[in-house]
């Protein structure tokens, strides 16, 4: 009986199908290569340029940059000015994340545990829906809100606690005569916009706590109290971590909203952008920079041993 013949690769697409068959890892690594090209050249090359500016200094008499190594441009960070921008900007992310967690957590633990079917794609629709307007747009739709004349103002004469709203206002912490220039109204600008990026990462930790050991706990005698504090909290843990991860990044890099929304203190995105375009101080603000990955990479650390990676 002859032996069937070995049909060979007529065209250059035959022929390239027959090679990526047989060396799998070719084609692997043909895959691999843009995005790595991206991730290697573009994204990190671009930090690693950062990193090599902010060693750089500014000539005070000719305002040019001096490539040369040096710490002298990071010892201008511990100024009492840009020392300050610093602390800020931590409070504020450390503010709006905590207050996108105490209002993203019944949120996230309603759909988690009692929305189902049509309701369950009502709630990611409320969720995502403003993720798909411009970010501009809801800045400014807040600026409007939270200006003199706008409806928060509107509210509060209707109430009557205006001259309460113009007591908190005067306050030396809150910055500003009116919640379009005060540090409350960057807050409630800040926590709207990231507030999603709490919900969704909480929710789906809160998804995967057993029932049944919520059902145990009952059996067991404990209270809702004592189940929620025992059980469901240090269960869901993981997903708030992962959730302030965004919210706690997204802030310390922002410069919009404090520069839309703020007043005339900075913050590190602000520092960065104006020392960069205005100033053309470029080691000074590739410093600045600097500083919010440090303490993400310091905070990242934490939350990989805190399981947060295993929500998002």
Avoid: C, H
């Amino acid at each position: 009986m002859p032996a069937p013949a070995i049909i060979q690769p007529k065209g250059l697409s035959d022929r390239l199908t027959a090679l990526f068959w047989r060396r799998p890892r070719l084609l692997l690594g043909l895959l691999l290569v843009p995005p790595l090209f991206w991730l290697g050249v573009v994204y990190l090359g671009s930090l690693f340029s950062l990193l090599i500016q902010s060693f750089y200094s500014i000539d005070e008499f000719s305002g040019m940059v001096v490539p040369e190594f040096t710490l002298k441009t990071y010892a201008e960070l511990f100024r009492a000015a840009n020392l300050d921008i610093i602390i800020r900007t931590l409070l504020m992310a450390a503010a709006v994340t905590l207050g996108a967690a105490l209002i993203a957590f019944p949120i996230a633990y309603y759909a988690a545990r009692f929305a189902k079917g049509r309701w369950k794609a009502v709630f990611y629709l409320g969720i995502m829906l403003p993720l798909w307007s411009s970010y501009l747009v809801k800045v400014y739709a807040w600026k409007l809100i939270l200006a003199k004349e706008g409806i928060v103002t509107w509210a509060a004469g209707i109430t009557g606690t205006s001259s309460l709203l113009d007591a908190v206002l005067a306050l030396p912490v809150v910055g500003g005569g009116s919640l379009s220039t005060s540090y409350i109204g960057m807050f409630l600008v800040f926590t709207y916009v990231w507030l999603p990026y709490m919900i969704l990462p909480m929710q789906a930790s809160l998804e995967r706590v057993p029932t049944s050991m919520l059902e145990a706990s009952a059996d067991l005698g404990a209270t809702r109290a004592q189940t929620f504090r025992t059980v469901v909290l240090p269960l869901a843990m993981p997903g708030v971590i992962a959730g302030s991860i965004f919210t706690f990044s997204l802030t310390l890099g922002d410069y919009i909203i404090p520069q839309i929304i703020g007043n005339s203190a900075s913050f590190i995105g602000m520092a960065v952008y104006q020392l960069q375009g205005t100033a053309g101080n470029t080691p000074l603000a590739a410093a600045f920079a600097v500083v919010p990955i440090l303490i993400m990479l310091a905070y990242l650390g934490f939350a990989k041993r805190a399981g947060a990676f295993d929500a998002l």
